[in-house]
C-alpha cells in the first residue's frame, strides 16, 4: 500500500517589527486617547481634563512610570494626576508626542517644551529641544537661550550659548536681553579675557547702556563694574571725549583711580611694566602681540626708507609700510597705533 505524503508545513515568521505597523499602531492609541476609549488615566492641568492609558505614558515618561508603579499605586490610580508646573495647552502637545513621536517645535514654545520634557525626564524631546535652539540662536535670544539652558541643566546648550555671547558680544550689548541681564553674569562678561570685542571701548559702553537702563537700581554697583573695564587700553583720546565726559563717571571717586592709571599708562609707556593687573591685559579677541620694529638705516652705502617688524612667536620678519622719507641715525616714537620717525639723516652725513 502507498504511502501517503504528508503535505509539507509552510510557514514565515516576521521576526523584525514592521515600521509601518507600529506607526499605525500608535496613531490607533492615539485615536483612543482623543476619544477616551479605554483609557485608565485622567491628567489635570490647570482646570483641564486629558485622558491616556497608563501604560503608554509609563513607557513614553519615566517621571510617569514611577508614579504608577509605586507602592501607593492603588491610591494613585483611583485619582486624577494633576499637574502644575504644565501649561495645558503645552500638556496637550506632550501627550501627542508621547503617542506619536512627533511635535512641532518653535521660537514661541520650545522653552516651555524643554521645562515640560525636563519635568516629566522625556529626554528625546528635551534633546529635540536643545538641538532647535542652538539652530536658532542669534544676539536677541542667545541671552534668554543661556538661562534656560542653565535652569533645566542643560549643559551641551549652555556651552554653545555662552560661546555665542563671548564671540557675538558687540551685538549681543546692543539687544533688549543685554540689558536686562542680571548683575552676576555682566560681570561674568566684563571680566573675561574671551569676551570679543575689537576694542575695549565697546565694553565700556555696553557697561553704559546696562547701568543707564535702570540708573536708580543700578548706579549703586558703578563704581564696581567700572573696575572691571580695562581703562588703559583706551585711546587717550577717547577717554578724554567720552569717558571723562560722563557724569556718571566723574561723579564716582573710585574712576578717579582708573583714569590716573589710564593716563598713567599712556603719559609713561617706559614704566607700564609696572603698571601690572588685569585691566592692563589685552583681551585675546584684541589680537595684540608684542613685535619688534625697524625703519630706515643704511644698507650698503644708501639710506632706505623700508621699515619692518619683527614677530618673535613665528621668530619672522615681515616688511610694513615705508617712510615717506629714507632716513638713517633718527629716533622712533610711538604714540596710539602711530610710529613717529624723527630727525635723523637724509643721506650719510648730511641731517635734517
Known amino acids: 500500500m502507498a504511502e501517503i505524503a504528508k503535505p509539507v508545513e509552510v510557514s514565515y515568521e516576521v521576526k523584525n517589527p514592521q515600521p509601518q505597523y507600529c506607526i499605525d499602531l500608535m496613531q490607533i492609541l492615539n485615536d483612543f486617547r482623543k476619544h477616551n476609549v479605554l483609557c485608565e488615566v485622567v491628567i489635570v492641568v490647570h ?15 519615566p517621571y510617569f512610570r514611577a508614579m504608577f508603579t509605586s507602592n501607593m499605586r492603588e491610591q494613585i490610580e483611583s485619582k486624577p494626576v494633576i499637574l502644575e508646573n504644565i501649561a495645558a495647552d503645552v500638556m496637550d502637545e506632550l501627550l501627542s508626542f ?15 517644551l524643554v521645562s515640560a520634557s525636563n519635568y516629566l525626564l522625556i529626554d528625546s524631546l528635551k534633546e529635540a529641544c536643545v538641538t ?22 542643560c549643559e551641551t546648550l549652555r556651552s554653545t550659548a555662552q560661546q555665542y555671547i563671548s564671540e557675538c558680544f558687540e551685538a549681543v550689548a546692543q539687544t533688549d ?11 561674568e562678561l566684563l571680566v573675561s579675557d574671551d569676551t570679543k570685542v575689537q576694542r575695549e571701548e565697546q565694553i565700556f559702553e555696553a557697561l553704559m547702556v546696562w547701568v543707564k537702563h535702570d540708573l536708580e537700581n543700578r548706579l549703586s554697583r558703578f563704581a564696581e563694574l567700572s573696575g572691571l573695564v580695562r581703562f588703559p587700553l583706551m ?26 592709571e589710564a593716563k598713567n599708562y599712556h ?12 585691566r592692563t591685559k589685552p583681551r585675546k ?43 638713517c641715525r633718527h629716533g622712533l616714537a610711538v604714540t596710539g ?5 624723527v630727525g635723523g639723516q637724509s643721506r650719510e652725513g648730511t641731517p635734517f
Not at 542669534?138 to 541671552?143: A, E, G, I, K
Request: proline residues 5%.
Open 47 to 61: 482646570g483641564r481634563s486629558f485622558y491616556a492609558h497608563r501604560n503608554v505614558l509609563a513607557a513614553a515618561s
Open 98 to 112: 508621547m503617542y506619536t513621536g512627533s511635535i512641532n517645535i518653535t521660537p514661541f514654545n520650545v522653552k516651555d
Open 132 to 153: 532647535f535652539m542652538k539652530s536658532t540662536l542669534n544676539p536677541s535670544n542667545c541671552l534668554g537661550i543661556e538661562a534656560a539652558a542653565d535652569k533645566f541643566d
Open 177 to 187: 536681553e543685554f540689558k536686562n541681564l542680571p548683575v552676576e553674569r555682566l560681570i
Open 235 to 260: 585711546s587717550p583720546y577717547y577717554l578724554a571725549d567720552h569717558v571723562e565726559t560722563e557724569n556718571i563717571v566723574m561723579s564716582t571717586p573710585e574712576c578717579t583711580q582708573y583714569l590716573l
Open 267 to 278: 603719559m609713561l609707556p617706559d614704566r607700564r611694566h609696572l603698571i601690572k593687573g588685569f
Open 285 to 327: 579677541s584684541m589680537g595684540l602681540i608684542n613685535v619688534m620694529f625697524t625703519a630706515g638705516g643704511i644698507q650698503g652705502s644708501v639710506v632706505v626708507k623700508s621699515t619692518f617688524c619683527y614677530v618673535s612667536k613665528v621668530n619672522k620678519w615681515y616688511p610694513t609700510a615705508s617712510m615717506v622719507t629714507a632716513r
Open 337 to 341: 597705533d602711530m610710529v613717529y620717525a
